[in-house]
């Protein structure tokens, strides 16, 4: 049995339960550690809370409950300790799910291979009766506005005193949020406005059943807020999922701005305004080479890690007596390393605000992105054909496109001189081979590789 995929544990309530969080608390907790329980709006949420408090508190550790807070408050408030969010992020309120941080780090591969090993096993005993944790309330809320506050002052601001009416980067600029009934609806509208923006919330009142609309941001989920930012006077949409971990950017019509130029044009800010000699830049195979691009111009790089494993990434790219990971991020998913190890949404939000407003309006910061025509698609493939498919993929799609460098490390990336780019790899959840494309002439690159892939993949299923 394997409990965790690329974020933490996902899945129904009905499997996802208070008994499989007791049993995750139970296999965390070690007597002498401290816990911060947070969770999301879900209306199953106290219960598993209740739960894992039971399983970090039977296991020896000390809990302090932060109650309904954001991811990235979550992981804020993890460091120096460890961390449980229980959130299922984008996921339907029928779902629930768990996220383990240490020092505000989500746990890595091996650490959550230890908790899932302990989970399957054989049962754990608990700590003796009289070394059993305490809990304890902790208010971190109003702490975790004020360090992302402080920190776009620092970066964007005018050097004016903290809190001084002109220490204010986000002056004049109108941004309408749609925190889709998640818990960013305790962050993000409040730090902007701190910031100077004028603010105007949209379905910004917790609401586990995301009545509003799905948890997920979507150019159709959020088909009436671009309705609503079209028809406004607004310089800027922002919009987030349940735990406010992701966000999406939209422009002043309501379009949504491609993920990859938003990620392009954060980086190219981190790399430029870095004083080290090697900044690098982490994001994933499926990034665009746009980013790249960017980073490159502003004389960085980039490297790729796995899907899930920023973090990981991150602590690969440390170490050079030059060299510092400048920003890391996937599509729609952001960590700011200067200011935590976490993914967080709410500094996104305020970062790209205040980067519009330095630059004027979206179209500006976009600008120097080239952004090229880009498709993913998906190949049916049975789960157990997978690894067999992609082994024969790593030589058949390098033969179809001899002129690309290839790159296998996760999945089958492909690069071409004119800075198009396709990857190949096994969808983690479901039974596909996703195909994700970025050229001037996608659709022709798109049904070459498909072409290629359907061959290999009927090759290995003959059913």
């Known amino acids: 049995m394997t409990l965790f995929g690329t974020a933490g544990i996902r899945g129904p309530v009905e499997e996802v339960t208070p008994s499989l969080a007791l049993a995750v608390g139970q296999a965390a907790g070690d007597p002498g550690t401290t816990f911060v329980v947070g969770r999301d709006g879900r209306e199953t949420g106290p219960a598993l809370a209740a739960a894992m408090e039971a399983g970090l508190e039977s296991a020896g550790a000390d809990v302090r409950r932060v109650g309904v807070v954001p991811t990235p408050a979550l992981a804020f408030a993890s460091r120096g300790r460890r961390g449980v969010m229980l959130t299922a992020s984008h996921n339907p309120p029928t779902d629930n799910g768990i996220k383990l941080f240490a020092d505000g780090v989500e746990y890595d591969s091996d650490a959550e291979r230890a908790i899932d090993d302990r989970v399957t096993g054989e049962a754990r005993g608990l700590a003796p009766w009289d070394e059993w944790g305490e809990a ?78 799905p948890s997920k941001p979507t150019p159709e989920t959020l088909a009436e807020f671009s309705d609503f930012l079209a028809a406004g006077a607004f310089d800027l949409g922002l919009a987030h999922d349940g735990d406010a971990d992701r966000l999406v950017v939209l422009g002043p019509d309501g379009d949504v701005i491609h993920e990859d130029t938003v990620l392009a044009a954060v980086a190219a800010h981190y790399t430029a305004e870095s004083d080290v000699d090697d900044p690098v830049v982490v994001t994933t195979p499926n990034a665009s080479a746009r980013i790249d691009e960017q980073v490159r111009e502003a004389g960085g790089r980039v ?26 991020a996937e599509p729609w998913k952001h960590i700011h ?55 024969t993929l790593e030589t058949d799609l390098p033969d179809r496109f001899p002129e690309a460098a290839v790159d296998t490390d996760y999945g089958v990336r492909l690069e071409f001189d004119d800075a198009s780019w ?7 959840t479901e039974p596909y081979v996703r195909l994700y494309a ?15 892939v359907e061959s290999v993949v009927t090759d290995a299923d003959p059913q």
């Not at 304890?136 to 506005?145: C, P, T």
């Not at 396709?422 to 969808?427: D, G």
């Not at 050229?439 to 072409?451: F, G, H, I, T, Y």
Request: aromatic share 4%.
């Open 136 to 213: 304890h309330r902790l208010e971190i809320l109003d702490r975790y506005r004020d360090a992302v506050v402080a920190y776009v002052r620092d970066r964007f601001g005018d050097g004016s005193e903290a809190g001084s009416p002109n220490e204010r980067p986000l002056a004049g600029l109108s941004i309408a949020v749609d925190c889709g009934n998640g818990v960013g609806s305790l962050a993000t509208p409040q730090v902007l406005d701190r910031l100077g923006a004028n603010v105007v919330g949209v379905n910004a009142s917790v609401d586990g059943h995301f009545s509003a609309r």
């Open 303 to 328: 490297e790729r890690v796995r899907l899930g494993a920023l973090h990981e990434g991150i602590a690969r790219e440390r170490g050079g007596v030059d060299t510092e990971v400048v920003f890391a």
């Open 337 to 391: 390393t200067a200011f935590g190890g976490w993914i967080d949404g709410v500094a996104s939000a305020a970062t790209v605000a205040a980067l519009v407003a330095d630059a004027g309006d979206t179209a500006a910061l976009r600008e120097p992105v080239t952004e090229r025509p880009y498709r993913k698609v998906s190949v049916d493939c049975p789960d157990a054909a997978k690894t067999d498919v992609m082994a």
């Open 422 to 428: 396709l990857l190949v790899r096994p969808s983690g």
């Open 438 to 452: 970025e050229s001037d002439d996608v659709d022709e690159l798109v049904d070459q590789a498909r072409s290629v």
